[in-house]
Structure formats: C-alpha cells, structure tokens
C-alpha cells in the first residue's frame, strides 16, 4: 500500500524558515517525479513544486521561486521542502504526492501537514 | 496561468440523483483535465484522468466529459460516500492549476 506521511507544520513567525518532510513507503520512490501541493485554510488546491526522479530538475510556482526548496533522498525515500522568508500567505496544508507522468496526474496523496504563518 | 473556473462552488444534492459539476478553463486545454476528491477528512483521491478516463477501482457512476475549454464530471447516482470536494485540474500548460472546488452536499 502507498503511503505518503508529511511532518514538519507548525505555527512560526512571518520571516522565518521551516522544513517539510514526506516519508514515502509502498512503492518504488526513486521511480516517480514528487510535488508539493497546498491548500490554504477554506481555499482549493495549489500546486507548489515538483522535483524529477533524480532530483536534478526542480519546477516552482512564482509566488514561492528564490524562497522554498525541494529536494529527495531517494535513498531514504523522503521528500523534503525548505521553506525561508515565509509569509502569512504561506500558510496552508502542505500535502507530498506523486506527480505521475502516465497518466500526468496526482496519483497519490498524503494527508497534509499544516503550516501556520503568523505572528 | 491558465485559469480554472468550476460551478457551482455548492451544490446539495439527494441520494440517489444525477449531479454535474462543470470546469471551464480560460484557454483551450486540449483534453488535459483531470479530477479529484477530497472527502471532509482532507483525504485526497484521483477520480477522472484525460478528461473521461476513470482511476482503476472508481466506481462507474462517476463518468468525465468535455473538450477545449468546457468540460464537466457526473455522477449518476450519488451514494452516501459522494458527498465531498470536487477540484478539476488543468496540465496542458505549466503551471498545473486547479479549480476552486464544489462541495457536494447533502439537501
């Protein structure tokens, strides 16, 4: 069974940095393209970043480019994201999941973590 | 960025009824739509794939159409454990972007 667990929300001051980690189980990690995606609180989903399986490509959202970093251990099967200078715009769930490429989709989920931005 | 416009953002609705909920998308998306759910839990769980391609183990009353700019996912019989979020999600043009949901109530 495939299973994405997200730690690392807490609540922190506008500025400061926090890192998210995924620890992926239940299937191949070092085989799929991973992302970000949040939902902040009452809103719809957002696509955040997206890291090969390499790791030597990485894709971000505007808002959040020169401020958070993803990056994966394949040989741990985790999925990190660094994120500094945060806002209170920032705050959401951040939800890891699998951004399989056939079919091109979100193929798998974790249940979030949530990250408060405030001060 | 492509932007995605679902309705109705709420729609209650009864056991057992045919519900449509529509995704309209500011530029043509050839196709590349897919949709998800998110039960009140915050469970998120692909549902249609490629506009009309069904996720393996989704029941069949959920069906996806559309093309171009205008596409929609029905259900066709709604079950106890429809009632949710429905997020529509474009991938034809980088960034991916989604809808701002429909939540499937209960009347």
């Known amino acids: 069974e495939v299973q994405l667990v997200e730690s690392g929300g807490v609540l922190v001051q506008p500025g400061r940095s926090m890192k998210l980690s995924c620890a992926a189980s239940g299937f191949t990690f070092s085989s799929f393209p991973m992302a970000w995606v949040r939902q902040a609180p009452t809103k719809g989903l957002e696509w955040v970043a997206t890291?090969?399986?390499?790791?030597?490509?990485?894709y971000y959202r505007d808002s959040v480019k020169g401020r958070f970093t993803i990056s994966r251990d394949n040989a741990k099967s985790t999925l990190y994201l660094q994120m500094d200078s945060l806002r209170s715009e920032d705050t959401a769930t951040y939800y890891c999941?699998?951004?399989?490429?056939?079919?091109?989709?979100?193929?798998?989920w974790g249940q979030g973590t949530l990250v408060t931005v405030s001060s | 960025d492509i932007q995605m416009t679902q309705t109705p953002s709420s729609m209650p609705a009864s056991l057992g009824e045919r519900v449509t909920i529509s995704c309209r998308a500011s530029q043509g998306i050839s196709n590349y739509l897919n949709w998800y759910q998110q039960k009140p839990d915050g469970t998120i769980k692909p549902l249609i794939y490629y506009t009309s391609n069904l996720q393996s183990g989704v029941p069949s009353r959920f069906s996806g159409s559309g093309s171009g700019t205008d596409y929609s996912l029905t259900i066709s019989s709604l079950e106890p454990e429809d009632f949710a979020m429905y997020y529509c999600q474009q991938y034809d043009s980088s960034p991916d972007t989604f809808g701002a949901g429909t939540k499937l109530e209960l009347k």
């Open positions: 890291i090969s399986t390499s790791g030597g490509s990485t």
């Open positions: 999941t699998t951004r399989t490429m056939a079919p091109s989709w979100f193929a798998y």
